[in-house]
């Protein structure tokens, strides 16, 4: 794995030389754009909506829309001098417990490697934060942006997770979402645990996969072997009943549960 980042983690006056790499990957399949006829590859260019020219990169500048319609235009500098100092240090300013950290802040993981010199140190992070049930809120920058993190153990590593600011979460507020003022029955509610009830297991990742890769996998192998000719159409599934939400919620209950017993 290539090394996204390079620095150090300050847990009070202790630095610890640590590397960061990605702590997840795709595996979605790449789908190039073509010409049907040829099979040529389309590329995309910069063109002025204006006249229709393409614009070479030199001319491209940045701008912010005013309610004018005018722009302020920003070059490479003035954007640079807005963004925050480049450095190289995760710096622990807090620790909190993990379960106060609603899910919808996790963001992204990072896996967190030390440098040959700090394996004690980072041992040492690792193991108190265990002991102390706690994760390390901090704040780092990288791809010159400033992100919110937490430090976890996980087995023998730490993990960063970035997570979301406050800002940038959208309020529920502004959908429109049934108040106290929705009447649901005791025998309703009952029916609706029973259905959680009936379908709890224990979470386990490994059991959970990306059917539709393989799908289009299996897609793409027949079509390989048919050599470009047109598959024969798949057999249509029959429909299921469709309900709808105004339909009586008790037969709907009544029925997810025979479909869970079957």
Same mark, same amino acid.
């Given at each position: 794995?290539?090394?996204?980042?390079?620095?150090?983690?300050? $847990?009070?006056?202790?630095?610890?030389?640590?590397?960061?790499?990605?702590?997840?990957?795709?595996?979605?399949?790449?789908?190039?754009?073509?010409?049907?006829?040829?099979?040529?590859? +389309?590329?995309?260019?910069?063109?002025?909506?204006?006249?229709?020219?393409?614009?070479?990169?030199?001319?491209?500048?940045?701008?912010?829309?005013?309610?004018?319609?005018?722009?302020?235009?920003?070059?490479?500098?003035?954007?640079?001098?807005?963004?925050?100092?480049?450095?190289?240090?995760?710096?622990? $300013?807090? $620790?909190?417990?993990?379960?106060?950290?609603?899910?919808?802040?996790?963001?992204?993981?990072?896996?967190?490697?030390?440098?040959?010199?700090?394996?004690?140190?980072?041992?040492?992070?690792?193991?108190?934060?265990?002991?102390?049930?706690?994760?390390?809120?901090?704040?780092?920058? +990288?791809?010159?942006?400033?992100?919110?993190?937490?430090?976890?153990?996980?087995?023998?590593?730490?993990?960063?997770?970035?997570?979301? $600011?406050?800002?940038?979460?959208?309020?529920?507020?502004?959908?429109?979402?049934?108040?106290?003022?929705?009447?649901?029955?005791?025998?309703?509610?009952?029916?609706?645990?029973?259905?959680?009830?009936?379908?709890?297991?224990?979470?386990?990742?490994?059991?959970?996969?990306?059917?539709?890769?393989?799908?289009?996998?299996?897609?793409?192998?027949?079509?390989?072997?048919?050599?470009?000719?047109?598959?024969?159409?798949?057999?249509?599934?029959?429909?299921?009943?469709?309900?709808?939400?105004?339909?009586?919620?008790?037969?709907?209950?009544?029925?997810?549960?025979?479909?869970?017993?079957?």
């Amino acid at each position: 794995m290539k090394a996204l980042w390079k620095g150090g983690i300050n $847990f009070g006056l202790v630095s610890i030389p640590v590397k960061l790499y990605s702590g997840s990957q795709t595996h979605r399949i790449e789908l190039d754009m073509i010409r049907k006829k040829d099979h040529c590859r +389309i590329e995309y260019v910069r063109i002025c909506k204006k006249d229709g020219k393409e614009v070479p990169w030199d001319d491209i500048a940045k701008g912010y829309k005013k309610e004018n319609g005018d722009y302020v235009i920003l070059d490479k500098e003035e954007i640079a001098r807005a963004m925050p100092e480049k450095t190289q240090t995760i710096d622990i $300013f807090e $620790f909190v417990k993990e379960d106060e950290i609603p899910s919808k802040y996790l963001e992204k993981p990072y896996l967190v490697e030390p440098d040959k010199i700090a394996q004690k140190t980072y041992a040492l992070l690792r193991d108190a934060l265990k002991k102390s049930g706690k994760v390390g809120l901090c704040k780092f920058v +990288i791809r010159s942006s400033e992100h919110l993190g937490i430090l976890t153990p996980q087995d023998d590593a730490i993990v960063l997770v970035q997570i979301r $600011f406050e800002q940038d979460l959208r309020d529920p507020d502004e959908l429109k979402l049934p108040g106290k003022n929705i009447s649901i029955s005791k025998k309703e509610l009952d029916m609706a645990m029973t259905i959680i009830d009936q379908l709890t297991d224990k979470f386990e990742p490994e059991k959970y996969k990306d059917t539709y890769k393989e799908e289009l996998l299996k897609l793409i192998k027949k079509k390989a072997a048919a050599k470009g000719k047109k598959l024969p159409a798949a057999k249509d599934e029959p429909k299921k009943k469709e309900r709808h939400p105004a339909d009586d919620l008790l037969d709907q209950l009544r029925a997810s549960l025979e479909a869970i017993k079957n």
